[in-house]
RNA sequence: GCCGGAGUAGCUCAGUCGGUAGAGCAGCUGAUUUGUAAUCAGCCGGUCGGGGGUUCAAGUCCCUUCUCCGGCUCCA
């Protein structure tokens, strides 16, 4: 018997004999990792427990607190679903069905086509199936065949997309994996045993096309999430739960933010005063932020002569986003899906000289794009929205220095609205793309130079960008963890050159400047609906439309109520009173509802006193304050566009 | 757009086998003058998403259409 040395992730080294497996490192390096083990990672391959590893190799456990070992874990329970649907709907024919380690509340499903119609009642049915074969505690096995054999075998039974799959690889064999009569092809690994799996819910079930492609047969997908506990399990529906309740299309209309209604048509959004109220103050921070860092305001119409959109592009990449045109004294016009035209347009107004470069113009411009009935999603997805727009006009010297300080004011601006955690990608050139492939390398590598000037990490997304040039994009994460898509970074060589813009050279020639289109926070309606499910409708008092609400304890008080009422807003504060003709408890829960950040609740003593006491939302009492001490709180509060 | 689910008062929801639509909250009016998350009473409020059909009779059964929800695809 041979032996070999194994590597562990403390660089100790450890001797065995061949073929060793990673159960049995595990073993040998404490019974409680033995215990908790769910797959290993040899040699950089993760690979199950009972592999056989018969050289030298390095090799690391992963249990659940390793995010491979939940995936491993989340793939043994898409098996596991499977084999509870086949036990009970036996003419089920599998397709895919992976982890989803990245998805908020689901973590793994599996696509199925089958001829019935799966309904909420059998997803439980499943669940108890499921749970059975638990305690069956049947292991997972693993065998190899022949794939040429095996694609035979499954067209022969029907299994027309386990054939399709292993028919487009090159390996000569194809790994299975069986627990009890159950088997599916699949690369691995798994977990044991189903045993493993203690606590299972299944979530929903939908639609989804085979491979993601709309051409193709639709099938049914059962979402789960599965965990080694049920208090994980029960820890996790309750973080769904508590998602639900941040859930922006209901804040926005307990909150009375915002409306979309069918008389007015999908995806049209209604902002209502204090939803607009929030607005005004993003806004009115944006311009300033922008006024004080070297951009120029500018405005533009919604609509362009078709012929506009030709020029730039869109009537030929963008068509399937845009609306019908329409005729005016027998001309094309067309709605806007972009503001970019327009500030070229602006360029154009007059000759440019090298020394004016960069020209950095901002716009809150209102876009209209057609998206698909079946998109639309509260404010995250809608048809007409305003981008915090702005275009730098730069000479190719200046593009890196432009894109970093785009980076770097951007995450001021998403700092300071509470997002410190970002995923940054950068998307390169799509299947549909204008310009030149020299162009689109350039422009690519101009981005990526910026991001590492700025020390970002980042992950490449390819064949992602827009039409006329590559895209950093950076979503932020909020406080449940999830992320969103805000910020867009676009280098563009190709509309400069669609629109012939020039300026004068230093040498007297003429020079084609590169533009940079971005958006910082995106769009105000998926910023605003990210904002309300990230403080959950909690605003702090900088963002808050309502900032404080004088509550008199009776209609006595109510004359001081007034005077404080008036001093809040001549101080230049946010306040409302509340005179109706309810108990002092009542008037307290309307504004906690409303989740208004702060009370001024008075009464007899008060106004002797000329006090109010303050009360903080959902904290409760915070004691006396003078009238002054409460303006300077807040006040202070609001300068420091503070958190809490 | 596609697959599945759901639409009853502003909101949350009842409504049996097909037999003249109901509650709480909100709103309005009045009483009450109240001390840190709901005072009491009365009133108003509905072509049961729209259209069509079956039936003596439809919120209920059938068809169709719109919207929303969960996804797929697509995206700020």
Known sequence: ??????????????????????????????????????????????VDLNYPISKDSEVRILTWDDPQ??????????????SAVLELFPDTKLAIGP???DDFSAKFYYDLDMPQKLTDAELEKIEKKMAEIVSRNLPFDRREANRLESIKEFRSAGDIYKA????????????????????????????????????????SVAGAYWRGDEKNKM??????????????????????????????????????????????????????????MVRHIIEAFWKEEHLGNGYEIVYSPHIAKLDLWNTSGHTGFYAENMYSPMPIENVQYEIKPMNCPFHIQIYKSKTRSYRELPIRWAELGTVYRYERSGVLHGLMRVRGFTQDDAHIFCRPDQLTVEIVRT????????????????????????????????????????????????????????????FYGPKIDIKIKDNLGRSWQCTTIQVDFNLPERFQIEYSAEDGTRARPIMIHRALLGSMERFFGILIEHYAGNFPVWLAPEQIRVLPVTDEAAPYAEKVLAALKGAGLRAQIDISNEKIGKKIRDAESLKVPYMAVVGKIEAAAGQVA????????????????????LKGLEAQKKID
């Open 164 to 203: 399709e799959m292993a028919s487009e690889w090159s390996d000569e064999t194809v790994s299975f994996y069986s627990h009890g009569n159950f088997t599916d092809m699949c690369r691995g690994p798994h977990l044991p045993s189903t045993g493993y799996i203690k606590a299972v819910k299944l979530l």
């Open 407 to 466: 980076i770097e004011f951007n995450l001021f601006f998403l700092r300071t609205f509470g997002f410190e955690d970002y995923d940054v990608f950068l998307s390169t050139r799509p299947q549909k793309f204008v310009g030149t492939i020299e162009g689109w390398d350039l422009a690519t590598e101009a981005l990526r130079l910026a991001l590492e000037t700025a020390k970002l990490n980042y992950q490449v997304d390819p064949g992602e960008g827009v």
């Open 1 to 46: 018997m041979s032996k070999i040395e194994i590597k562990l992730p403390d660089n100790g080294r450890r001797e065995f004999d061949a073929p060793v497996t990673p159960a049995l490192v595990a073993q040998t390096l404490s019974r409680s990792l033995a215990l908790k083990a769910l797959a290993a990672v040899v040699d950089g391959r993760v």
């Open 69 to 82: 070992g939940r995936e491993v874990f989340w793939h043994s329970s898409a098996h596991l679903m499977a």
């Open 99 to 101: 982890a989803i380690p």
């Open 614 to 633: 303050l009360r903080r939302h959902r904290a409760g009492d915070i004691g006396k304050y003078s009238l002054d001490q409460a303006i300077e709180m």
């Open 219 to 276: 099938l049914q997908r059962i979402y789960g999430v599965s965990f080694p506990e049920r208090k994980m399990l029960d820890e996790h529906l309750q973080k769904i739960e508590e998602a639900r309740k941040r859930d922006h299309r209901f804040l926005g209309r307990d909150l009375d933010l915002f409306s979309i209604v069918d008389d007015v048509g999908s995806g049209l959004v209604l902002w209502h005063p204090r939803g607009a």
